[in-house]
């Protein structure tokens, strides 16, 4: 468990590094060739990190609202309330509030921004399929995410996303209205020109790869932090088998919260495993079970 928790930690740290090298890459190729100056990915970087603080403050009532979440207390869902209760005193961490969706879906995801703003909302198709260790599998699982910042590290990622995004539309607006240099120095390579131009053309589609890459090392991450918490990663694993042979999808999830959930919400099969928010689950479960 320690190994998977130091490698995932570590393969996240390297695709931020290779993120931030890209957007440093596209910056001097403006500069040097398009003499558009560095000014404009400080632009960029600073309007992206604009929009995503209101993502960040507020993003996490908006995913609860739109999921259908309704906020529960002990009183009402003794069980689930007190699971997650004696998890979050077992981690050392504050008491996230706890939110139920009405749906057969079974599916569970955490957010909020740090450990003093956060929530756990769970499916009421989730508590009745699962037993007292899956369950408790699942929100050690979700807790982890709260635990190991993934939201914020979430947030680091889409201000890069965004701001390589703005730096291409704003690159190709620019070229249309004949903004930038319309000829290269005479000592600058055709080949690296030619080498930018692609770079730009695919940035936006590089960036989001790399995304849903480090959106995947999370979870696993949060596989193996969760299984430490509760010194039984079978439970997850047998969770996580449950989940994926049910067909049931849930229909208030979306695309832009579809990341935050346990398990892909909608129950498709994605185009390839390289565009998907998830690893593959029975990847997950081999990876819990060489855990035990």
Request: no cysteine; charged share 20%; aromatic share 8%.
């Amino acid at each position: 468990m320690y190994n998977q928790i130091d490698s995932n930690k570590r393969k996240t740290n390297i695709l931020i590094i290779i993120f931030s090298m890209f957007i440093i890459a596209i910056g001097w190729f403006l500069n040097a060739y398009m003499g558009y100056g560095y000014g404009a990915v400080v632009l960029a970087v600073v309007v992206s990190v604009v929009m995503t603080l209101v993502s960040y403050y507020k993003g996490d009532s908006i995913a609860l609202s739109s999921a259908g979440a309704k906020e529960t207390s002990k009183e009402e869902n003794p069980y689930i309330y007190k699971m997650v209760e004696n998890l979050a005193i077992t981690a050392g961490m504050p008491m996230p509030k706890v939110y139920v969706i009405n749906s057969e879906a079974l599916n569970a995801f955490a957010t909020g921004r740090d450990p003093e703003h956060s929530s756990i909302a769970v499916t009421t198709g989730i508590v009745k399929a699962l037993e007292n260790e899956e369950l408790e599998g699942v929100l050690a699982h979700e807790l982890s995410h709260i635990k190991n910042y993934d939201i914020r590290v979430m947030t680091i990622v889409v201000v890069l996303v965004g701001a390589i995004s703005l730096l291409s539309n704003w690159f190709f607006r620019m070229r249309l209205f004949g903004g930038g240099k319309r000829d290269s120095n005479n000592n600058s390579s055709g080949i690296i020109m030619i080498v930018g131009l692609v770079l730009l053309i695919l940035s936006p589609i590089v960036a989001n790869l790399i995304k849903l890459a480090i959106s995947r090392k999370r979870e696993y991450l949060a596989d193996a932090s969760g299984s430490l918490l509760t010194r039984y990663p079978e439970g997850l694993a047998r969770a996580l088998e449950k989940i994926s042979a049910s067909n049931v999808p849930l229909q208030t999830a979306n695309a832009a919260t579809a990341h935050l959930f346990i398990s892909n919400p909608f129950k498709k099969k994605a185009f390839s495993a390289m565009f998907s928010t998830h690893p593959p689950i029975e990847e997950r479960i081999k990876k819990l079970r060489n855990m035990a």
